[in-house]
């Protein structure tokens, strides 16, 4: 049975006033070949080379018309828009005018404003796909307490092993995961994440981005995390 666990929000987090919120406990993360394999069970009628090509297909369909201003709508599934923000590795007005004025700009053009680039993919889900999981869904609580985030007792090397235990029992770590057991802020549990993984000798290394980042076992394939 799928289960959560009460964490309080921090107040950098939230408005000052302790909330509680549910989390659920992810145990696996299904990668694409997982995926299929499990949408060839469920259809029956469809071969994992057609599905894949059916999947290959959507996310190429994506890439070409959602640049353009479109959003993607599954009905069933929900609809995919685009999340926009400023591309921090160019500089804006004011910085580059510092850098006319300090003599260091290299004969640079005076930018107006920064890059704009994609950020992310927002996903707004359809109520039905909610409704219908709902039903099906049972949550139990994991734990009795309500956890909540504070400064570490633990040492980097104590916080490291309870990672690497996480790590060995689900097969990665949620950012989410390491705040609970070493009881810190997600802000600064992505800090302390981040010198882990960049440090070789952790033994953690970071798989995907923004939202669907995980820590796993680091591997001489691994490279350090940005």
């Known amino acids: 049975m799928p289960s959560y666990v009460l964490q309080e929000m921090s107040e950098e987090m939230g408005d000052g006033k302790k909330?509680?919120?549910?989390?659920?406990?992810?145990?696996?993360?299904?990668?694409?070949?997982?995926?299929?394999?499990?949408?060839?069970?469920?259809?029956?009628?469809?071969?994992?080379?057609?599905?894949?090509?059916?999947?290959?297909?959507?996310?190429?369909?994506?890439?070409?018309?959602?640049?353009?201003?479109?959003?993607?709508?599954?009905?069933?599934?929900?609809?995919?828009?685009?999340?926009?923000?400023?591309?921090?590795?160019?500089?804006?007005e004011a910085e580059a005018a510092k850098k006319q004025k300090s003599g260091n700009a290299d004969n640079e053009p005076k930018a107006k404003y920064r890059h704009v680039c994609i950020k992310g993919i927002n996903f707004k889900p359809d109520p039905k796909l909610l409704q219908l999981m709902n039903k099906e869904a049972t949550f139990e609580r994991a734990e009795t307490d309500v956890v909540v985030?504070?400064?570490?007792?633990?040492?980097?090397?104590?916080?490291?092993?309870?990672?690497?235990?996480?790590?060995?029992?689900?097969?990665?770590?949620?950012?989410?995961?390491?705040?609970?057991?070493?009881?810190?802020?997600?802000?600064?549990?992505?800090?302390?994440?981040?010198?882990?993984?960049s440090d070789p000798t952790s033994g953690i290394g970071v798989r995907g981005s923004h939202s669907h980042k995980v820590w796993i076992r680091r591997t001489s394939d691994d490279k350090m995390s940005e």
């Open 149 to 197: 985030p504070r400064k570490p007792n633990d040492s980097r090397d104590e916080r490291i092993c309870k990672a690497l235990a996480v790590i060995d029992k689900q097969g990665f770590m949620t950012l989410s995961d390491y705040a609970i057991i070493t009881r810190q802020t997600r802000s600064t549990a992505s800090k302390d994440l981040r010198q882990i993984a």
């Open 19 to 92: 909330k509680v919120y549910p989390r659920m406990q992810t145990y696996s993360l299904h990668d694409f070949d997982t995926v299929i394999r499990h949408m060839r069970e469920y259809s029956g009628n469809f071969s994992e080379g057609t599905i894949r090509g059916v999947l290959d297909t959507l996310v190429t369909t994506m890439k070409s018309w959602m640049p353009l201003g479109h959003s993607i709508k599954i009905d069933g599934l929900g609809v995919f828009s685009l999340s926009l923000g400023f591309d921090t590795s160019t500089p804006s």
